[in-house]
Nanobody, 125 residues
Framework: VQLQASGGGLVQAGGSLRLSCVAS????????VAWFRRAPGKEREFVAA???????NYADSVRGRFTISRDNTRTTAYLQMNTLKPGDTADYYC????????????????????WGQGTLVTVSS
């Protein structure tokens, strides 16, 4: 499975962006898709995940502002980001596994077999 992330850009604080992650070679099926991010000088951190496009969970820092979803073709996942803050500035990476991860496991990057390249999100104040 190859993942292609896109949708990053420059936005003012309070604005919105929608990131996309397209899978080729295999659909997401009943597996788990997630978004992680890495800000300059910081460790990679979990953002959001969805299992089978139904069960979702979020990092505390984005809950209520970000929404992860998956389309009906099961080949594209999205991260809708609203009310963006300068602290959201980072490279965003999508990741996927064919396993349906339980909630507590979804934030662990070691469980994901497939990764897309980063898409840069810059939020200006």
């Amino acid at each position: 499975v190859q993942l292609q992330a896109s949708g990053g850009g420059l936005v003012q604080a309070g604005g919105s962006l929608r990131l996309s992650c397209v899978a080729s070679g295999h659909s997401f099926g009943t597996g788990t898709v997630a978004w992680f991010r890495r800000a300059p000088g910081k460790e990679r951190e979990f953002v959001a995940a969805t299992r089978s496009g139904v069960s979702t969970n979020y990092a505390d820092s984005v809950r209520g502002r970000f929404t992860i979803s998956r389309d009906n073709t099961r080949t594209t996942a999205y991260l809708q980001m609203n009310t963006l803050k300068p602290g959201d500035t980072a490279d965003y990476y999508c990741a996927a596994t064919t396993s349906g991860l339980i909630t507590s496991a979804r934030s662990n990057p070691d469980y994901y077999n497939f990764w897309g390249q980063g898409t840069l999100v810059t939020v200006s104040s």
